[in-house]
Each structure stands twice: as structure tokens, then as C-alpha cells.
């Protein structure tokens, strides 16, 4: 247990339902990362929030929407994603988004396929 | 962001000293050296990270050349389980960690 947990781990949806994504943090930090990672590919950053707000979002489909209600939870959800959406997504947590010298903890992920 | 270059894949044997280089030549004065392990199906995890010269943890040894344009990651006494791929990052003060394609260390009996 990394002190990051996402649930679900794995989780098959079809391409007209709507899903979310939930991770939790115990660690006392501030900020928390969206990252997909598809077969073969680097980890791309998603979404970062710092202290509940977000701070960067790197052109990503509205069909993924992100939501912060405090510095420990932090929620993808999902909707008419396709079958190219999926991928291992992965939270991340820090304890400031403005300096990561600490670096960064992640959860172990949530498998998604899109069928 | 300071663009970091690290071998696609790297053998190893059990017990040996695996060393993993990384080039990142416009490494920026504020920047650290940060690197990660990752297992199949897991999110990474934190090995090490350094600024300059050397730093040494009970899992690695990171050393850093003065110029700081490169780094080096020392695993000792590799054993199966350190099979795994390896990132090099360098950031901070205020740059969000970006991923490169990583070194997939493949360790064999």
C-alpha cells in the first residue's frame, strides 16, 4: 500500500456508460495528478489539482471531467468514452504542485477498458 | 522542460551491479534528478533523487557529474524482482514531473 488508493483497480465499461474514477490520499499533501498511461506509451498527465484547484489541464477530452472536493479525494469521471480511452489510469499525490522535490507518490491504478 | 534520454532496454543477472545512465543536457540550474520504478499493471514508485554528486539510499546510489548533464543510477546486487522499468526525470520548482519512454531492466537468473 503506497498511502495513494484508487478504486476500482479494474473496471470494463461500454462506450455509452458513465463511470468514475476515485483516489484517495491519507498523506497530508496538497496536490494530487490524473496520469493515463496506454500499452507502450509514457505516463501523459492529465489533470493536476493543487489545494482543490485546478491548476493545469493538458488538452484532454471533455468526455473525461475531473473533480476535487478536498485535498484527499480526487474523482475522474467518465463518460461516451472509446475504445482507444483505455489504458491504466493513475493518481498521484505531493505535497506541493509547485515543487515536487519530494516527488510524487502514486496508486497502483485503475485498469480501464472501453468495449 | 529539460528532456532526459535513457536506454530503451538494459540485461542483467542476478547479483550483478546494474547501471542505468540518463543524458539530460539542458538540465536547468533549479532542476533535481528524480528517478522511478515501475512494475507492470502498478503506478511508479520513488527510487531516488539528487542534485549533485552523489546520493546513496538503502535501495540505490545516484551519482551526478559536476556539469550535472548527466546521471547514473547504481543498483546493487540486482535480484528478479528489480525487473522493471525505470524513469529519469528531471524538474522542479514549479514544473509538473513529465515521463519519458523509460528503461525496461530485464533481470535474469
Known amino acids: 500500500e503506497t498511502g495513494v488508493t484508487q478504486t476500482p483497480r479494474h473496471l470494463v465499461m461500454g462506450m455509452t456508460n458513465k463511470k468514475s474514477l476515485k483516489c484517495e490520499q491519507h498523506l497530508g499533501h496538497n496536490a494530487m495528478y490524473w496520469y493515463k498511461q496506454s500499452a507502450k506509451k509514457p505516463l501523459e498527465l492529465m489533470f493536476v489539482y493543487s489545494l482543490e484547484e485546478r491548476v493545469e489541464n493538458n488538452s484532454v477530452p471533455s468526455r473525461f471531467s475531473p473533480e476535487c472536493p478536498n485535498s484527499s479525494h480526487l474523482f475522474l469521471h467518465l463518460h461516451t468514452l472509446q475504445p482507444e480511452d483505455s489504458a491504466l489510469y493513475l493518481c498521484a499525490s505531493s505535497q506541493d504542485s509547485a515543487q515536487d522535490y519530494y516527488g510524487y507518490t502514486f496508486g497502483s491504478g485503475t485498469r480501464l477498458t472501453v468495449v | 522542460l529539460a528532456k532526459t534520454t535513457q536506454p530503451i532496454s538494459m540485461d542483467s543477472y542476478e547479483g550483478q551491479e546494474v547501471n542505468i545512465t540518463c543524458s539530460h543536457n539542458?538540465?536547468?540550474?533549479?532542476?533535481?534528478i528524480t528517478w522511478y520504478q515501475q512494475f507492470p499493471s502498478q503506478g511508479p514508485r520513488f527510487i531516488i533523487q539528487g542534485y549533485k554528486t552523489k546520493v546513496t539510499n538503502e535501495v540505490a546510489s545516484l551519482f551526478i557529474p559536476a556539469d550535472r548533464k548527466s546521471s547514473t543510477l547504481s543498483l546493487p546486487r540486482v535480484s528478479l524482482s528489480d525487473t522493471a522499468v525505470y524513469y529519469c526525470?528531471?524538474?522542479?520548482?514549479?514544473?509538473?514531473?513529465?515521463f519519458g519512454k523509460g528503461t525496461m531492466l530485464l533481470v535474469s537468473p
Open positions: 539542458n538540465i536547468a540550474t533549479n532542476d533535481y
Open positions: 526525470l528531471v524538474g522542479g520548482g514549479g514544473s509538473t514531473l513529465t
